[in-house]
């Protein structure tokens, strides 16, 4: 059920990043998941893959797990750095964020789907689960 060519994990806890990988690798709704450890590594990354005309190092993931409180750099600054960049070859088309946080808090849930609703598709409570990842294909991946 191959339905995506890449999931981008950004969190900073190996910890989630092994398990979610794990989740998304049993769903099979993606031939490849990377993690990266932090939010500087994803903006980084997220650079390179929106800049570069050759971005077959950085692939533009379909769909991104941004955890909100990571040291250096939150999810949400990284929203608003990643919102900033130019987008010459328009590969921020089609792109799918999701938060998914430990965060209980209602104010990050309505900051992430107000002030950033042109950015973030949906909010969602660690951890991930094959029932969250079946649920995304269908709604935002299904033929």
């Known amino acids: 059920m191959s339905a995506l060519n890449l999931i981008l994990l950004i969190d900073d806890s190996d910890a989630d990043n092994f398990y979610h990988k794990m989740i998304i690798g049993r769903s099979g709704i993606s031939s490849e998941t990377q993690s990266l450890e932090?939010?500087?590594?994803?903006?980084?990354?997220l650079l390179k893959s929106i800049s570069l005309e050759d971005n077959s190092q950085y692939p533009m993931p379909?769909?991104?797990f941004l955890d909100i409180n990571m040291p250096a750099m939150?999810?949400?600054?990284l929203l608003s750095k990643f919102r900033e960049l130019p987008d010459p070859y328009q590969r921020k088309n089609g792109l799918k964020i999701f938060m998914l946080t430990?965060?209980?808090n209602p104010d990050d849930r309505a900051r992430a789907t107000e002030q950033y609703a042109d950015l973030v598709?949906?909010?969602r409570i660690k951890p991930l689960t094959e029932t969250i990842i079946q649920e995304i294909a269908r709604e935002y991946f299904s033929a």
């Open 38 to 45: 932090g939010s500087l590594d994803g903006y980084s990354y």
């Open 62 to 64: 379909q769909v991104i």
């Open 74 to 77: 939150n999810g949400f600054e």
């Open 121 to 123: 598709t949906g909010f």
């Open 102 to 104: 430990g965060s209980l």
